[in-house]
Every structure is written in structure tokens, then in C-alpha cells.
């Protein structure tokens, strides 16, 4: 597993990708998470470590393994309580990978995700994987990006800056009714008042780990 | 210091120091204490560098502080490698060596003052010899054989293999079962003894009982028995060769001993044949059919490959000659027996950083090759080589080799024309301002990629031709042009892959600039007279690296960041590599390979300047 985290790590940092969560969140609590990853831009660069059999002594894992693995993650997912609706789509054409579940709270989606992450690995997302990155009291969203994903940022080195730069990291979170307010200052409103949009690139947000961190109060019901 | 590192200081030691010329044609002594068995053998005869750089410049260089503070520890502090009691008047000389049941690795050198050597080699204890004048030293991994003024480090190990069949042996002839809980399901709990318990209630003096008998031993203490009793064996038996009878590597292979009256600086020994007999890969062909295995081995009877390293005013050069028998002869010289294809030139820019040029005449090398081998095949009494043979003589019989090999004639050429951008495209996330919908775009980008060009000589264009044609029917990623053929995205999935059909030459490139502007050369544009002549003239091969062009265009960041250091430090140096090989008949095949440099800096200083960045760039990223 530790391999595919390595090829995911490269794949994401050290190229131009694109990263976006996307949060849909109903009154009661339910929702969807889409989470996509756009590494289009660097397919080249990733095709040719792809054809590396290993990469600063690491094995590179083949398609094959990244998919199977991608896939082990989705069936664990899948079989969690209130998860349901669990999609990947990979195109290893692009390079850009889609998922998205359907959850019936935010806890049970925060829950699915640690322990799916556990199944698959030892590593130190594990530990990581403990925090919630998500609380909704049915008015106010509090929300940041999962710490296994900003400790992998965060660990990467400056040399790659002026990649870290050109990538994008977009976080929204979607309502059923309108935004009141949001703290983040880098927020944007949707017209319609019921979405908030975060953008930064990586390397901001390897500066700050806390950079897309928000939190969003709905007009009351 | 650490027993590894004594090896690898051999060959730092081996780079640095030796003899002149004539001391070792009058004075031969190391190197009659390399082993019958050592397969490989790098024996520095004299580098130079003590006339051409002084002993205190050297002991300057960063790495050189490495190898002292290794040699010298606080006891020996402030000394370098010129008090280290090596006797610079003789070769010092590394070989490894393989048999089938052990390896043995080392060098043999020359001492000057014993007293000293032992400051250095502080860890080596006195173990007794059984013969008079000779002193043998060891550590748990080494040995130390002196005798008169000369010495061989050697380090013995016994294969795996060889341990386990005889520590298996005596297991099972003591009566005992398989070794290993194979058919356990459940692993055993292991009882860890709390041994607060005991110290806390000192007067229960109830201790477990042990469960094995320390007195037997288990199969893992067998096998580690085994193994030095297996070591000290062939200890005995290479010392009882070398100092009793007299039977060492120099004596016994006059090809050996006829390299080292070469007046270079250092030479090179590999045994092909021996190579062949030992190697692992092979085990197959040993115990399966091991009519076809003894075949082999005649085949590569006399495979032996012999090299000179000379400096010279700013350039080395390495020259190989590759021997072999009658029959392995037969089929090299049939290859090489090829015309060099001029049209090749045309496609080789004058600034290409990195290219080679490859000529051979695959129809005759086939038709030898068949006739020298399938009768090895047909002798076989193995039914599946018995149906690869039939089926072998059968495509020899209904295929129009005259087609097959008029299309694929086995020239070739290849080049490297640094990095380019190449147009790709990529897809771009955007979000509507009502609801931040989603939606995907596809852009175009840009992207590095390295441009190679690799052709091939061919007589048969229509060939090619017909199978484009066809795949154009298939798939419309392939497009027909004017002077090329472009399939889309053949390129790790994004770039453009051209062929161009000259009719003589079939060309593969990413290259847009020459299948658009250059399909037939690059005229005025191409090799230099000098390079062609050279190219033309060389043998069957020909290659040549611009190591600064090549270096400045190679693409860094597809290099761990170590590595990419590396090759940004080497930037800095000039130098150009070409390799050359001449002569080609059935007795054997000269290569030379040259480095040269511009500089004022000496030959010698030069390698070491490069030795020391690759060494500082090591030492300042552990």
C-alpha cells in the first residue's frame, strides 16, 4: 500500500494537478462528497514514471495495482454504515479520478473514510485519519481538509515550488438553503447564495495547512 | 572500521595507486597471489597520479578525508595513505571469483613496511598458519595472507545454496524432521519470561526450565557452523593453491598474464567462459538438459574479454578486445560482416548532443547462427526443444527470409536531440458563478519531452508501408502526410509519434521538426565531415556523447533530486565519450571507448575532480 501512497504523492505533488472537494450537505444532515483529482496537465510527467520500474528506490506500481487498490478502498467504503452510492471513475488516459458517496451524516462520513483508510493501510494516514475534518450543528458548518491530505503537503519539500504553484486546490460546500455568512476570507458566494468556494493553490497550502478552513452559518430554516 | 569498508577501500586504492611500466615487467609479485578462480580482475598497473599529482594534493581531496578517518582511528590520527606501508612498486590487483559452491572477492598488493600496515589494518588478529612464511591475519569476514613483501585481502563466502545442501545433509542423517513448522496452521504463542517476577520474589527461586538442550544445535546454529567450517575450508584449500602448489590465476591463463605486460595504466580481465559456467541463471540448462548446457559451454569456450585503461593528455581511453572461440567466432564475424549505411549521416543533426550509429548484417549472422546452433538443438533428447527445433526448421523453410530481412536488414541508428515542448492537452475544472456547477474543458498545453530518433536501414520500404496503410484503416490515431506518417498520442499517451518511410531508411520520432522540415536530412545541417568519417569508419558500432550538451538537455526533473544534483554538478564538466570499435573476425572484436576534455587541468585531476563532486554531493545529502 506504502507504494501506491508513494506514486499518489508524487502524482500529486510533484505535478500540475488539480484537486477539488466538493461538500453537498441537506438540512438533516445527509449529503453527497465529490472529491475529483486532475493530473491532465502532467500526464506526460506521469506516464513516463509510470513506465519507471522504480522511482528514488521505490517500486512504481503499475495501472493495475492503483486500480485494484482504488477499488479494494471503494468496496471497504461502500460496506460502511450510512455510506452509501459509492463511485470511482479512473481514466488513466487524462489522469483524473472522480469519486463521490452519499452519506447519511457527516459522521458517518468521517467514520467510513477512517476506517476504510485503516483497512487498506498501516501507514501513517491511519493516525492521521483519527481526526475529523467536518463538524454540522444543522445552522453551522465547520469544515477544514482532512489532515492525511495536508500532512502529505505539508512533508513535501520547497524544491518542487513552482509546480506546488500552478496547482489548484478547490474545496466547496453546497446547501440546501442560503449562506448567511463564512469566515474565510479567500470565500467566494455562488449567485444563488447557497454554495461557498475556496480556491488556493498547493503551494499555498503547503505554507498553511489551514488555509481552505471555514466555517459557513445558514440563514435560519 | 567496518569490514566492508576494507573492500571497497581496495578499489579507491586500486583507482589511485600503482607502479610504473617497467617495475612490473621486471618485478611480478602481487599478482601471482590472485586465485585460479577469480573470474573478474582490475589490475592498476600505474595511474600516474603520484608523478602527476603529489601525495599531499591528493590527500586534499574531500573524499580522501573519508578513506582516512575509515583507515586511521583516533590511535593512528593525523596519518594519511602514504604511511599505510603499501609498497607502491607493485600492482595492486582486485578480482572476484565465483565457483559453484563459493565467492570470493579481494586484492592482492605489495608491502613496504609491515609495521605500518598493521596501524592501519588494527582490527586483524594473528591466526596460525600451517605453512612456514606465511602469516595469515583475519576478522570474522577477512583474511590477511602475507608472505615476503606480498599480500591478498580475500573475503570467502559459500553460496547460500551450497550451506543449506550440506547443513541439510547433517540434519537429517542426526535423525531429526523438517526444520521448519510448515503445517502449523496456528502460530505458537511465544511465553515471554517477566523477569521482574523472579527479582521481585527472590526466594521462589523457580526459574522455567529450559526447553531445548543448549547443548544440541538447532538447525539455524548448524547452518551457521556449517558455514564457517565451510569458509575455513576453502581458506585451506586457496592457500594450499597459491602457497604450496603454486597455482594462481597469472600462471595458469597465459591471456592474463599477456595483458599485464601491457604498458597501460590499468587492465581489465573478465572471463566469459568461466562467467557463463558459474552463473546462476543457468541452473536450468544445468540440471535439465545438461547435454545442451555442455554444448553452451563449448560454444563459449575461449569468451574472454580483455581491457587496457591508458591517460593520456587529456583523455582516457579504454580498449577492450572481446575473444572467443571458433564457433561463437563464426557468428560475430558473419554479423559484423555488414556495409556501413551512409544514409544514415543525413539524419544526424551536426548538434545532436548523444548518437550512435549500428551496422550489421542480420541475414548472414541468422544464417550462421543456424547453422552453428540448431544442430546443438537437434541433439537434444527434450521433447519441447524437439518441437521448437521442428517448428524453428519449418518458419526456416516456408518463410521468405530474403523479404523479412531485406525489411529489417539489422542497421540502425540513434539519436538524442535534447528536449523539446511537444503540444498536449489537458483538461481544466471550472465552476459556473450561479451554483458552481461543474464542467470540464479541454486546453491545450505544453509539455518537456526528450526527442530521440531511432531509424532503420531498410530495402524493403513497401513493407512498412503496407502494414501504415493498413493500421490507417484501423485506427484514425495514425494519419498519412506528405513525407511521414503521424500516430496520435503514441508517445506515453500524449505526444505524436512520426515514421518516416524513405525508402531506404525507416525513421521513429517525436521529432515534428524533422518529419515536417527534414524528412530527407537535414542537409548542410547534418554531421560534420570529421563525425561522419569517423562514424564510417569505425567497425560494426559507433557512438558519441557530448557530455555537456547532453547533460544541459537532459530533463532533470524526471530524476530523484539526488540524482539530479548529480547530473547538475556534472554540468559543469567538459567532456565527450565516443566509442569506437574496429577490428571484427572470428577470433575476437576491439571497442575502444574515449573520454576526452578540454582543460588545462591534468588527466588524472580531472577523473578525481569528478570523483570528489559525486562524492560531496553523497556525503552533503546522507
Known amino acids: 500500500m506504502k507504494y501506491i501512497l508513494v506514486f499518489l504523492l508524487i502524482g500529486l505533488l510533484s505535478a500540475c494537478i488539480e484537486i477539488s472537494d466538493d461538500l453537498t450537505l441537506n438540512n438533516d444532515g445527509s449529503g453527497t462528497l465529490r472529491y475529483k483529482i486532475n493530473l491532465s496537465a502532467s500526464k506526460v510527467k506521469v506516464n513516463s514514471i509510470l513506465a519507471l520500474d522504480s522511482l528514488g528506490g521505490k517500486p512504481v506500481p503499475s495501472k493495475t495495482q492503483i486500480s485494484a487498490k482504488i477499488n479494494e478502498f471503494v468496496r471497504i467504503l461502500d460496506a460502511q454504515v450510512g455510506i452509501s452510492n459509492v463511485l470511482v471513475e479512473e481514466s488513466y488516459t487524462d489522469f483524473i479520478f472522480k469519486f463521490s458517496c452519499d452519506f447519511s451524516s457527516i459522521r458517518n462520513l468521517q467514520d467510513g473514510i477512517k476506517v476504510s483508510i485503516a483497512q487498506i493501510t498501516n501507514d501513517k494516514v491511519t493516525t492521521a485519519a483519527d481526526q475529523y475534518w467536518l463538524s454540522w450543528d444543522g445552522n453551522t458548518l465547520v469544515r477544514s481538509i482532512p489532515s492525511y491530505v495536508t500532512q502529505q503537503i505539508k512533508n513535501y519539500k520547497l524544491e518542487d515550488a513552482e509546480q506546488l504553484k500552478v496547482g489548484v486546490y478547490t474545496s466547496i460546500a453546497r446547501f440546501e438553503r442560503p449562506v448567511a455568512s463564512f469566515e474565510n476570507k479567500l470565500g467566494t458566494l455562488s449567485k444563488n447564495q447557497m454554495a461557498v468556494m475556496v480556491r488556493t493553490n498547493t503551494f499555498e497550502l503547503k505554507e498553511n495547512q489551514h488555509l481552505l478552513d471555514n466555517t459557513i452559518v445558514l440563514t435560519p430554516r | ?622
Open chain 2, 1 to 622: 572500521m567496518s569490514q566492508h569498508f576494507k573492500m571497497v577501500l581496495g578499489l579507491v586504492m586500486a583507482l589511485l595507486f600503482g607502479t610504473t611500466a617497467q617495475a612490473q615487467i621486471q618485478q611480478i609479485q602481487s599478482e601471482q597471489l590472485l586465485p585460479k578462480d577469480a573470474v573478474t580482475v582490475f589490475s592498476i598497473n600505474n595511474i600516474s597520479l603520484l608523478q602527476k599529482i603529489s601525495m599531499d594534493e591528493l590527500v586534499n581531496y574531500e573524499f580522501m578525508s573519508e578513506v582516512h578517518q575509515e583507515l586511521f582511528d583516533g590511535s593512528t590520527a593525523g596519518k594519511t595513505l602514504k604511511d599505510a606501508g603499501l609498497d607502491f612498486n607493485q600492482r595492486l590487483n582486485l578480482f572476484y571469483g565465483k565457483s559453484n559452491t563459493h565467492e570470493l572477492t579481494g586484492f592482492t598488493f605489495g608491502i613496504s613496511d609491515k609495521k605500518a600496515l598493521f596501524e592501519v589494518f588494527d582490527d586483524f588478529q594473528v591466526v596460525e598458519s600451517p605453512l612456514a612464511g606465511l602469516e595469515i591475519y583475519g576478522t570474522f569476514f577477512n583474511q590477511l595472507l602475507i608472505k615476503d613483501n606480498k599480500a591478498i585481502l580475500i573475503r570467502i563466502e559459500p553460496t547460500m545454496e551450497h550451506i543449506d545442501a550440506v547443513t541439510d545433509s547433517i540434519w537429517y542423517a542426526r535423525g531429526n524432521e523438517m526444520p521448519f513448522d510448515f503445517f502449523e496452521e496456528a502460530p505458537q504463542e511465544e511465553q515471554i519470561l517477566d523477569e521482574q517476577t523472579y527479582e521481585d520474589n527472590p526466594n521462589t527461586n523457580v526459574f522455567p526450565e529450559a526447553t531445548e538442550n543448549p547443548a544440541v544445535k538447532n538447525y539455524y546454529e548448524l547452518r551457521d557452523s556449517v558455514q564457517v567450517m565451510l569458509q575455513q575450508a576453502e581458506l585451506a584449500r586457496v592457500i594450499d593453491e597459491i602457497f604450496v602448489q603454486g597455482i594462481n590465476l597469472y600462471n595458469l591463463d597465459p591471456r592474463f598474464a599477456a595483458q599485464l605486460t601491457h604498458n597501460a595504466e590499468g587492465v581489465f580481465y573478465l572471463d566469459n567462459a568461466r562467467n557463463l559456467d558459474k552463473s546462476e541463471g543457468l541452473w536450468y540448462f544445468q540440471t535439465v538438459l545438461p547435454t545442451l548446457y555442455k554444448d553452451i559451454q563449448e560454444l563459449y569456450a575461449g569468451n574472454v574479454i580483455l581491457g587496457d585503461l591508458f591517460l593520456r593528455d587529456n583523455k582516457v581511453d579504454f580498449e577492450v578486445e572481446a575473444q572467443y572461440g571458433a564457433a561463437l567466432g563464426s557468428i560475430y564475424a558473419q554479423m559484423n560482416d555488414a556495409k556501413f549505411d551512409k544514409n544514415v549521416l543525413a539524419y544526424i543533426p551536426a548538434q545532436s548532443p548523444a548518437y550512435f550509429t549500428y551496422n550489421i548484417n542480420l541475414e548472414q549472422a541468422y544464417e550462421q547462427a543456424y547453422k552453428v546452433l540448431l544442430p546443438l538443438l537437434t541433439d537434444e533428447k527434450n521433447a519441447q526443444i524437439a518441437m521448437n527445433v521442428l517448428t524453428l526448421e519449418l518458419l526456416n523453410e516456408f518463410i521468405n527470409k530474403e523479404a523479412l530481412f531485406d525489411t529489417y536488414k539489422g542497421s540502425m541508428f540513434g539519436t538524442f536531440n535534447g528536449i523539446k515542448k511537444v503540444k498536449t492537452k489537458k483538461i481544466e475544472f471550472s465552476y459556473d458563478e450561479e451554483t458552481f456547477a461543474y464542467q470540464e474543458t479541454e486546453t491545450e498545453t505544453e509539455a518537456e519531452m526528450p526527442i530521440f530518433t531511432l531509424g532503420f536501414t531498410t530495402a524493403r520500404a513497401d513493407i512498412p508501408e503496407m502494414v501504415l496503410k493498413h493500421m490507417a484503416r484501423l485506427s484514425s490515431r495514425i494519419q498519412r502526410f506528405e513525407n511521414y506518417w503521424r500516430i496520435d498520442n503514441a508517445i506515453l499517451d500524449a505526444a505524436p509519434l512520426y515514421i518516416l518511410n524513405t525508402g531506404k531508411l525507416l525513421i521513429f520520432t517525436n521529432d515534428e521538426d524533422l518529419a515536417r522540415m527534414h524528412p530527407k536530412g537535414y542537409g548542410k545541417g547534418a554531421l560534420a565531415k570529421k563525425e561522419r568519417n569517423a562514424a564510417r569508419q569505425s567497425g560494426f558500432m559507433y557512438g558519441s556523447v557530448d557530455i555537456p550538451k547532453t547533460l544541459d538537455r537532459f530533463p532533470t526533473e524526471v530524476l530523484t533530486p539526488r540524482n539530479a544534483e548529480i547530473v547538475s554538478s556534472l554540468k559543469g564538466k567538459s567532456g565527450q565519450l565516443i566509442l569506437t570499435s574496429s577490428e571484427t573476425n572470428t577470433e575476437h572484436t576491439t571497442f575502444k571507448l574515449s573520454y576526452s576534455y578540454v582543460g588545462a587541468e591534468s588527466t588524472g585531476k580531472h577523473l578525481l575532480d569528478l570523483v570528489n563532486s559525486l562524492y560531496l554531493i553523497y556525503t552533503l545529502n546522507p
